[in-house]
């Protein structure tokens, strides 16, 4: 059985991250996957940065780029203005996040903007595409009978947002999603089958119908782990983090969380798993390894 897989990839950071990260690419784009996404800071802290990562893979490889979009600190006009700019680049797929806070700011300080929800922005993204197609023109000066939809992917939470406050509150979110125009969901990160296996059936039970994507990251180091966990608050995986620490070996190291994403993703595949994303952290050679031990490379072919 052969499934689609993407990756996710960041801005660079630095002269020396960028040289690094158009090789990276490369080396991806060669694996053919359905897409990669590109990840956008919140207040537009790298718009420019991030637009530059989506036009090299449109215009310098043959992947699907997917961009990331957030509500932190946009109005309805900047969000319009930044979406009419993605699609004018070409960029035809996104990523809609409400967004957390900026360091240093509390959830209960007014740092949305205009936009309130993922919802309220996938709306948006559809809308100005709808606009924009009203006034586009075929050969000729024709008006396209067919116009291509928009993807607009938003995020899920197996083990639940952190500001969650009810069991149901991240199935009800889901479903408004998709209700808004969503098309597929891509999942937090998390280290259980049975985390994404049980969230993906209760919101069948839900009504939610649209395509779930596991996002999986390879932890390569006992470093790299903590800072997953900190980050997301997702549930230790106990084998993993001792094996992790126990060994000093950087290549013993890589080599166990290439091993634990490898089962992760053949037990949630087995589980019916639409796809895999796969967050690569810049860097290709634990996701290569990955998809090679799961024997998909150069056989995704088909688009979720």
Not at 142 to 169: D, K, L, M, W, Y
Not at 181 to 206: K, S
Not at 260 to 278: N, V
Request: proline letters at 6%.
């Amino acid at each position: 059985m052969t499934i689609p897989y993407s990756f996710e990839l960041f801005p660079p950071r630095s002269a020396s991250a960028e040289l690094s990260l158009w090789d990276t690419i490369q080396v991806l784009a060669a694996t053919g996957p359905d897409f990669m996404s590109v990840t956008y800071g919140a207040n537009g802290s790298s718009r420019k940065s991030s637009l530059q990562v989506l036009t090299y893979l449109l215009e310098q490889t043959p992947v699907h780029p997917l961009a990331h979009l957030t509500c932190v600190g946009s109005s309805h006009f900047e969000a319009n203005r930044l979406v009419r700019e993605f699609l004018d680049a070409g960029i035809t797929s996104f990523l809609a996040l409400r967004g957390d806070p900026p360091a240093g700011v509390s959830e209960d300080d007014q740092f949305l903007g205009d936009l309130g929800s993922a919802s309220e922005l996938v709306q948006l993204i559809h809308r100005v595409q709808a606009e924009r197609a009203q006034y586009a023109t075929g050969f000729g000066g024709r008006i396209p009978e067919h116009r291509a939809r928009v993807r607009v992917a938003v995020a899920a939470f197996p083990n639940g947002h952190p500001r969650s406050r009810r069991t149901n509150q991240d199935l009800d979110t889901l479903m408004a999603k998709e209700v808004s125009g969503a098309t597929m969901a891509i999942t937090q990160l998390f280290f259980h089958a049975e985390d994404y296996l049980g969230f993906v059936a209760d919101a069948r039970a839900f009504g939610v119908t649209i395509p779930i994507l596991p996002g999986l990251m390879p932890a390569t180091s006992p470093v790299r782990l903590e800072r997953i966990l900190e980050l997301t608050g997702e549930r230790r995986p106990g084998a993993l983090s001792r094996a992790l620490h126990a060994s000093d070996s950087p290549d013993e190291q890589l080599s166990i969380g290439i091993e634990h994403s490898t089962a992760l993703a053949r037990e949630i595949i087995d589980g019916g798993a639409p796809a895999l994303h796969l967050y690569s952290f810049n860097q290709h050679q634990a996701v290569v390894s990955v998809l090679d031990e799961l024997n998909l490379i150069n056989q995704s072919k088909e688009t979720v």
